[in-house]
């Protein structure tokens, strides 16, 4: 079983849409969590990342944790053809010294004009 | 600032082959790392340098990958012979500081897509 679970999609969805992206991860220690977009042929880049549970909004796109249940979700509203990409939820945790991150595999979203 | 130079962006290369990727990481930061993504597994870390130690090696597939980091703008990801299921895209990033306390962000170059035939 992977440390992270990720839904790979494609996710298509109308221009306008409330979008909903998941992930689910298994190993407790994990302390920051991390959501990045990687357009096609480009290195991932952060959009927001946020420690412990609760909620973290940032204009359009709001990131959800609940520990608990080692659940993630970001939530992007009033979606945007410029939305579309790949969306990688990561998680880090203190090991060997650092802050090592494992991503998960991605959800290749598609917002449709 | 220029963000992550990684090089060269594309490499074709016959099995057998030597093939050496190179990063150049933001100016100021002292902490880099390598990764490999592929579909089936996503993306991996491969290694960590924290002022140009090697810190956490843990995953790298075996020993034809080696990695070096001779000063602070410079490093290279060397893989000896290559394999067919090498074929990846290999990204660098790097870090102002990776602490205990605090996550800090880490920014990718644009990669280099690697395949071997």
């Known amino acids: 079983q992977k440390e992270v679970e990720q839904d790979p999609g494609p996710l298509s969805v109308p221009e306008g849409a409330i979008v909903s992206l998941n992930c689910t991860y298994s190993?407790?220690?994990?302390?920051?969590f991390m959501w990045y977009r990687q357009y096609s042929r480009k290195g991932p880049e952060l959009l927001m990342y946020?420690?412990?549970?609760g909620n973290k909004e940032d204009g359009r796109f709001t990131a959800q944790v609940d520990k608990s249940s080692k659940y993630i979700s970001l939530f992007i509203r009033d979606s945007q053809p410029s939305d579309s990409a790949t969306y990688l939820c990561?998680?880090?945790?203190?090991?060997?010294?650092?802050?090592?991150?494992?991503f998960g595999t991605g959800t290749k979203l598609q917002v449709i004009p | 600032d220029a963000g992550v130079i990684q090089s060269p962006r594309h490499e074709v290369t016959e099995m057998g082959q030597e093939v050496t990727l190179r990063c150049k990481p933001i100016?100021?930061?002292?902490?880099l790392f390598w990764y490999r993504q592929t579909m089936m597994r996503g993306l991996e870390l491969l290694i960590y340098?924290?002022?140009?130690?090697?810190i956490d090696d843990s995953g790298m597939p075996e020993d034809r990958f080696s990695a070096k980091m001779p000063n602070a703008s410079f490093s290279t990801l060397k893989i000896q012979p290559s394999e067919p299921r090498d074929s990846a895209v290999y990204f660098c990033?790097?870090?102002w500081g990776v602490g205990s306390g605090t996550y800090n962000e880490q920014f990718f170059g644009p990669g280099t897509r690697l395949t071997v035939l």
């Open positions: 100016s100021g930061h002292n902490s």
């Open positions: 990033a790097s870090s």
């Open positions: 946020t420690y412990s549970s």
């Open positions: 190993n407790s220690a994990f302390q920051y």
């Open positions: 990561a998680m880090s945790s203190y090991s060997g010294g650092y802050q090592k991150v494992t």
């Open positions: 340098f924290n002022n140009n130690v090697p």
